[in-house]
């Protein structure tokens, strides 16, 4: 019998649909015990994780009889996705299926952002009353949203914003500027130095490779617009986080949302500790009750059928 093992968080209904006809070993807990995780993937033919589990050739030398890995999300950055393909294993990303999480994250917390009242609860709280000055909040409408990146999860989020009635400008270097996807979507292909002189919002949706590792550092946080607010929902290392500290402290920017951090948990020295207009989450804007269920059971049905297809 086929073994299977998931080393993090599933919904329990997919689980449910991989017992059947396999030997399957869940255990949520196995993200923060490599080790006792190590020790079971010994006879494994499929490992389902998130991101935090490490899958790297230590782990796959561990695991001889591995052949598929389900990555319950879209990043891949924590799985070593050449190593799997040499030694046929095909890695299974949940492309799409939480495509609308991460859409709804980005644009409402860009407009909690630009209106910037929603920061207050502490000081109404004490008795005081900022309401002169965040009756200077902003308004969605009319803004520009900046998207750096414009995959499924960017044409989501584009369509939203403009349910809003932002505009959206784009940048994507794998999409020529003659790409239909454009005209369809009513989107403006820029270039990346346009979008951050322009954009009122700017939301990352790329990966983290090296080309993208602190792409936005010092040089390009001081070209976007003043006022303008930032946010990360894709891989914490894209973003500079001291250099984002600064540019909060000093007022360039007038907000930030990360969701994703190059350490997670943030250590206790972290540079974002005590930076004001800055609102942190820890890495859920995929992460709801529907997409999660979207997630685990479309790696469930494809981990499933992938087994079932070996001989």
Sequence with gaps: MKRICISEFMDPAAVQALTPG???RYEPGWVDRRGDLLEVLDGAHALVVRNRTQVDAALLARAP????????????DNIDVAACRERGIRVIPAAGANARSVAEYVVTTAA???????????EVADGRWPRARLSEGREALGKTLGLIGFGDIGRQTAALARAFGMSVIA????????????????????TLDALLAQADAVSLHVPLVEATRNLIDVGRLAAMKSGAVLV???????????????????????????????????????????????????HVGG???????????????EVRQSLEQMP
């Design 22 to 24: 396999f030997d399957l």
């Design 65 to 76: 009889a591995l052949r598929v890995v389900g990555r319950l999300g879209v990043g891949l």
């Design 112 to 122: 909690a952002l630009l209106r910037g009242a929603y920061l207050s609860s502490a």
């Design 171 to 190: 940048c994507d270097p794998m999409l020529p500027a003659d790409d239909p996807v454009w005209s369809a979507t009513g989107v403006a292909c820029v």
């Design 232 to 282: 990360n929902t894709a891989r914490g290392g894209v973003v500079d986080e001291a250099a984002l500290a600064d540019a909060l402290r000093a007022g360039h920017l007038a907000g930030a949302a990360l969701d994703v951090f190059a350490s997670e948990p943030l250590p206790a020295d972290s540079a974002l500790r005590g930076v004001p207009n800055l609102i942190l989450t820890p």
């Design 287 to 301: 992460v709801t009750r529907e997409a999660n269920a979207r997630v685990s059971m479309l790696i469930a049905r």
